[in-house]
C-alpha cells in the first residue's frame, strides 16, 4: 500500500508519496514521470510522521537551511542502476552543480568500469522520484545547459538559484525534451 499527501511549496502544490515508514516519491505539479515506478493508486493520508518530516525537511531547504538527504527516510523504487545513479544525486553539495559527464565517469570508476554512458546516466537523474530531496536539479549539461529537468527548465532554475548557484554561466536550452 502506498500514500501520498501534498505539501504546499514555493513552486506550487508538491506531492509526497511514503511506502508507510519511507518516502518513495516527491513530485512537482506536472512533473514528467509523475508518480515514478509507483505501480499501485496511492491512497490520501495526510499525518504519517514520514510526510511530517518531510514537510519539516523541505521547509527548512526553502528557508535557506541545508538539509541532507540522508535526514530522511527514502527508499525510492527504481532498479540497481539507477538506485547507484541517485545515491551519487545525494551526494552533490547544495548550492553546486555537476554535469551527466561526471556522473558517469564517477560512476564507471564506482563499478571499476572503463566508461559509462552520460545518456545512460541523464536517463536515471530525469526518473528520480523524489525530486528536490535527491537532487537532480543540480545536474547540467556539460557546457552549462540546463536541460533534463522532469520538472521543469524554470522550477530548475529556481532551485538552483534559491541556492545560490552563479546562473550566468547557465544556459537555457532553445529546443528539445527539457523544455
Not at 22 to 31: K, N, R
Not at 32 to 59: I, S
Not at 101 to 118: D, E, F, I, N, W
Request: aromatic residues 8%; neutral net charge.
Amino acid at each position: 500500500m502506498y500514500y501520498s499527501a501534498a505539501c504546499p511549496s514555493p513552486l506550487g502544490m508538491l506531492t509526497l508519496g511514503s511506502d508507510g515508514e519511507h518516502l518513495i516519491g516527491l513530485w512537482l505539479e506536472g512533473q514528467k514521470y509523475f508518480g515514478g515506478a509507483v505501480r499501485e493508486a496511492l491512497e490520501e493520508r495526510d499525518g504519517l510522521p514520514v510526510f511530517d518530516a518531510a514537510r519539516d525537511w523541505l521547509a527548512r531547504y526553502f528557508a535557506g537551511e541545508k538539509p541532507m538527504p540522508s535526514e530522511l527516510p527514502l527508499c525510492p523504487i527504481g532498479g540497481e542502476f539507477r538506485q547507484r545513479v541517485w545515491r551519487l544525486l545525494c551526494q552533490i553539495p547544495y548550492g553546486e552543480t555537476t554535469t551527466y559527464g561526471a556522473l558517469a565517469r564517477a560512476l564507471a570508476a564506482q563499478m571499476g568500469r572503463p566508461s559509462m554512458s552520460s545518456q545512460a546516466v541523464g536517463g536515471a537523474v530525469g526518473h528520480n522520484p523524489i525530486s528536490i530531496i535527491i537532487p537532480c536539479h543540480r545536474v547540467v549539461g556539460s557546457g552549462g545547459s540546463l536541460t533534463g529537468y522532469a520538472g521543469g527548465i524554470a522550477a530548475k532554475l529556481r532551485l538552483l538559484e534559491h541556492e545560490g548557484v552563479e546562473l550566468s554561466r547557465l544556459s537555457v536550452p532553445k529546443r528539445g525534451t527539457a523544455l
